[in-house]
C-alpha cells in the first residue's frame, strides 16, 4: 500500500491552510474534503461554506463571502500540489506506522503523519427552515455575524454560558436580545448569568422553545411554544442565533484523549494525545481542539502549526 507522506482529514480552512504549507515543503499532501450531502448541500470547505459576508479575515478589507473564501484557500492550496479526495474518514488505526485511515467509501489510506481538521458542527435545533436561512439570520456564532445586525431585534437560544456570552455579545449591535430558553432554571455560571440578566438590552423568554423560523430570503419572525401549556404565539425577529454548543466531528478517532464535549487533546505543538501520551505524528488544528476561539483566523493559524509540526516529524523520521 503506498504511504502518503501527509494526510489531511478535513476542508476547512484548518485543513486548507495545512495543506498549503505542507504542499509548498514538496510533501504533496492528500485532503480528504468530506462529502456532498444527499439532496444538496454538505460538509466541503467547513463552516465558512455556511456564512455570508466574513469580515474579519484579515486581508479583505471589504469581506468576503464564506464560500469564496474557502474556494480561493482550495485553489492555492492545489496550485503548490495538494490533491483533494471527496471522503469522509470512517475510522482510523494510531496504533502503528504508518498509519492509516478507512474512509467511508471504502477505502485504505495509509500515512506517514495525519492532520485531523474535521473542525466542530454547530447544534441546531432541527427545523425545516433553520438550515435554508442559515446565514441570511440564522446563525451560530454572535463572534462572525453580530455586526450585521445593527438595531435589529434578535434572539438567542440556550440557557448556558455559551447562549448568555452570545446575548452579552449582541448587544453591542442590536436594539434588543430576546434569550429563550425551554426551562426557568439556567445552566449557566452564576457569574454570566448574571452579567445578561443586568444587561438592559436582554430580556429572556422562559419556558419557551423554537417551533418555527419564517421568512423566505432571510429570518423575519420566529414562532415561540409554551413548553409546559403547548401554546404558540409568533414574534417578529431579524435573527436567530442558536447558543446551544458545538459537537465537535471526532468520532472516528476513538483512541485518542478528548474532553467531557469530544474535543481532541493535544499539546502546544498540535500534537494528538492518547492515554496522555503523544502519538507521534498526528495533529490536531482548527475546531476539532478548540472550544474556546472558533474563528477563522485561529483555526487557520493552527492549521499553518500543524503542517509545521508534522514537516519537523517527517524531517526527524523519514530524512
Do not use: W
Not at 486548507?16 to 456532498?36: D, E, K
Not at 492532520?115 to 446563525?139: C, D, F, M, N, W
Not at 482548527?286 to 493559524?301: K, L, P
Amino acid at each position: 500500500m503506498p504511504e502518503e507522506n501527509v494526510l489531511i482529514i478535513g476542508s476547512g480552512i484548518a485543513g486548507f491552510t495545512a495543506a498549503i504549507y505542507a504542499a509548498r515543503a514538496n510533501l504533496n499532501p492528500l485532503v480528504l474534503s468530506g462529502m456532498p450531502l444527499p439532496g444538496g448541500g454538505g460538509v466541503l470547505g467547513g463552516q465558512l461554506t455556511t456564512t455570508t459576508e466574513v469580515e474579519n479575515f484579515p486581508g479583505f478589507e471589504h469581506g468576503v463571502q464564506g464560500p469564496e473564501l474557502m474556494a480561493t484557500v482550495q485553489r492555492q492550496a492545489e496550485r503548490f500540489g495538494t490533491r483533494v479526495e471527496q471522503d469522509h474518514a470512517a475510522s482510523a488505526d494510531f496504533s502503528r506506522r504508518p498509519y492509516t485511515v478507512r474512509t467511508v467509501g471504502g477505502k485504505t489510506l495509509a500515512a506517514r503523519a495525519v492532520i485531523i481538521a474535521t473542525g466542530a458542527s454547530a447544534k441546531y435545533l432541527g427545523l425545516p427552515a433553520e438550515q435554508r436561512l442559515l446565514g441570511h439570520g440564522v446563525s451560530a456564532c454572535a463572534t462572525c455575524d453580530g455586526f450585521f445586525f445593527k438595531g435589529k431585534e434578535l434572539y438567542v437560544v440556550g440557557g448556558g454560558d455559551t447562549a448568555m456570552e452570545e446575548a452579552t455579545f449582541l448587544t453591542k449591535f442590536a436594539a434588543r436580545v430576546n434569550v429563550v430558553h425551554r426551562r426557568d432554571a439556567f445552566k449557566a455560571s452564576p457569574i454570566m448569568l448574571r452579567r445578561a440578566q443586568e444587561n438592559p438590552k436582554i430580556r429572556f423568554k422562559t419556558p419557551y422553545a423554537v417551533a418555527d423560523v419564517h421568512g423566505e430570503a432571510k429570518v423575519e419572525g420566529l414562532t415561540l411554544e409554551h413548553a409546559a401549556n403547548g401554546s404558540r404565539e409568533r414574534v417578529p425577529a431579524d435573527g436567530l442565533f442558536l447558543g446551544i454548543g458545538h459537537q465537535p466531528n471526532t468520532a472516528a478517532f476513538p483512541t485518542l484523549d478528548k474532553d467531557e464535549v469530544g474535543y481532541l487533546r493535544a499539546d502546544e505543538r498540535t500534537r494528538c494525545l492518547s492515554g496522555g501520551a503523544v502519538v507521534p505524528g498526528v495533529f490536531a488544528a482548527g475546531d476539532v481542539s478548540d472550544s474556546r476561539y472558533r474563528q477563522a483566523i485561529t483555526a487557520a493559524g493552527k492549521g499553518c502549526a500543524a503542517a509545521l509540526e508534522a514537516i519537523r516529524f517527517l524531517e526527524e523520521t523519514h530524512p
